[in-house]
């Protein structure tokens, strides 16, 4: 790999090269030679493994390690730092870099894994990384690193993926078992990751960039001198506890705002969850120091505060418990158990996961959970909101919630079966109509006079046995809906 160098004009303009606090003089790199004699003359081969070990209710524990293939003796096995990922990924990283560091750089290294996320990370995705100044990289300190080490090599380095059932695979399955028993030991490593200096090009390249780039760049600048809002550390701490206990998942900040964005979310309600998260809705404790506008603060209904877990899990007033109640009656239809609903859960609704008699994620289970979740919390807002402002507090019919309620699923239903069925010409459908049939299979009205692809059919309809009574819908449960 060779080192950081400027071959021509356009590549010497780069923007924010000062960003990282780095000097301004101009680097001084060492010459790199190297003998072609003493390059074959010695080779290194290392098998270097991450795993990552998930105790019962605790959170997942990742450890990198490498054997050397001359001597079983020669191991490193290691815990990975707690601010990284906990991850597979990022543990065969640290593997690598522990393993190149323990090679002389005069010495040809040939490091075998058991995925290609080194190879990748290193041959295909690194230039792109350098050019746009490292901005939104996840784990870039253990990355830059890693480049640094490699191209302060003189010697060449090769990765290779071991194939099953070769003598480099059962090498890399014993790297990995030294993994392993470090993982559960869960012994804290401090990693030297210090840059040298003038190892990574300063800013971003201006030839290789577009707009969206450089402005990611100056949020990242600007958001490290913000402290962390203390209303949204809550309500992530709040989802994490809920996802861990419904869910039996360990999850950080970073997936729970990429969960928001899923797909299976319509861009209202995903709307709707994003400002959640961030506390972002003018309820409750939003009006209590307001003047003359404090009486908003509370439930007129309830007489309690209304914020967001009262109005979504709490409140007496026809709308919450009813719209949970039918989105539960839908699920147990097919599926044997319905999550408790609590806050926590309805916001961390996109990290569910339900798995089959083999262990793999069902993934129509998933897909359904999601809607029903995202449009009932979204719904129950609705007719708060139309109670509240539109109405002055006349509560909304039941007659009229179980109808919207109808309405919104089946419009997810129809919009479904137009995208799985109408590809545009030359082009795959939109949702593919496999995952369509196993998102809905088991609550449609009328089942068995249907065919098994229905997708085509009309009048294919969901929630006419949601509602089988008119009872009172009054709720007393502090830790939600079960």
């Known amino acids: 790999m060779p080192p950081n160098k400027i071959t021509s004009l356009s590549q010497g303009l780069r923007a924010f090269t000062n960003r990282t606090g780095e000097p301004k003089e101009r680097p001084v790199l060492p010459a790199r030679r190297r003998t072609r004699n003493a390059s074959r003359a010695r080779n290194a081969v290392i098998y270097v493994a991450g795993v ?18 001359e001597d079983e003796q020669a191991q490193m096995g290691n815990c990975i730092p707690a601010v990284n990922d906990q991850s597979q990924y990022v543990a065969e990283l640290f593997a690598a870099l522990a393993a190149i560091r ?7 290294l040939i490091l075998y894994s058991a995925q290609p996320y080194v190879r990748e990370a290193m041959n295909k995705k690194l230039q792109s990384w350098e050019h746009g100044g ?22 060449p380095t090769y990765f290779k993926v071991a194939e099953a059932g070769t003598a480099a695979r059962t090498a890399c ?20 990751l210090t840059l040298p200096p003038h190892t990574a090009l300063p800013g971003l390249s201006l030839q290789d960039n577009r707009q969206k780039a450089f402005y990611r760049a100056i949020r990242e600048e600007k958001t490290k001198e913000l402290a962390p809002r203390a209303s949204t550390e809550q309500k992530l701490a709040t989802i994490k506890a809920a996802v861990s206990e419904a869910f039996e998942r360990h999850v950080s900040s970073a997936d729970i705002w990429n ?39 509370v439930c007129g209904e309830c ?13 007496v007033s026809p709308g919450q418990e009813l719209i949970w109640n039918a989105a539960k009656t839908l699920w147990l239809e097919r599926e044997p158990e319905w999550p408790a609903v609590s806050l926590g859960t309805i916001l961390g609704c996109g990290l569910a996961e339900f798995r089959d008699d083999r262990g793999k994620i069902n993934q129509g289970a998933r ?62 459908p939109a949702l593919a109509p496999k995952l369509v049939l196993e998102t809905w299979s088991g609550i449609i009205d009328n089942a068995r006079n249907l065919p098994t692809d229905w997708l085509h059919e009309p009048r294919v309809l969901v929630g006419s046995r949601t509602f089988p009574s008119r009872t009172p819908y009054r709720l007393d449960n502090s830790q939600g809906i079960g």
């Not at 990552?52 to 050397?68: M, R, V």
């Not at 901005?135 to 490699?150: K, M, P, T, Y």
């Not at 007489?303 to 409140?315: A, F, N, Q, S």
């Not at 002055?392 to 129809?414: A, D, M, T, W």
């Open 52 to 69: 990552i070990h998930t105790p019962p209710g605790k959170k997942p524990t990742a450890a990198a390690a490498f054997q050397t293939g």
């Open 102 to 108: 323990s090679v002389e750089g005069t010495t040809t």
């Open 134 to 155: 490292w901005v939104g990289v996840q784990n870039r300190d253990v990355l830059q690193c890693l480049a640094a080490e490699l191209k302060a090599r003189k010697a």
């Open 173 to 192: 399955k014993r790297a990995a078992r030294l993994a392993k028993k470090t993982a559960r030991r869960r012994v804290d490593v401090r990693w030297d």
């Open 259 to 297: 969960s928001l964005s899923v797909k299976d979310f319509l861009p209202r309600p995903a709307q709707f969850l994003w400002k959640s998260v961030h506390n972002a809705l003018k309820i409750g404790s939003f009006w209590s120091h307001i003047p003359d506008c404090e009486d908003r603060a």
């Open 303 to 315: 007489g309690e505060l209304e914020d967001l877990e009262h109005i979504l899990v709490k409140c």
């Open 367 to 428: 897909r359904l959970y999601r809607i029903l979740m995202s449009e009932s919390a979204y719904l129950i807002w609705r007719v708060r909101n139309e109670r509240v402002i539109d109405r002055e507090g006349r509560p909304v019919s039941v007659e009229e919630i179980e109808n919207r309620f109808k309405f919104v699923i089946n419009q997810r239903l129809q919009m479904d079966k137009i995208l799985a069925s109408r590809p545009q010409k030359g082009k795959r």
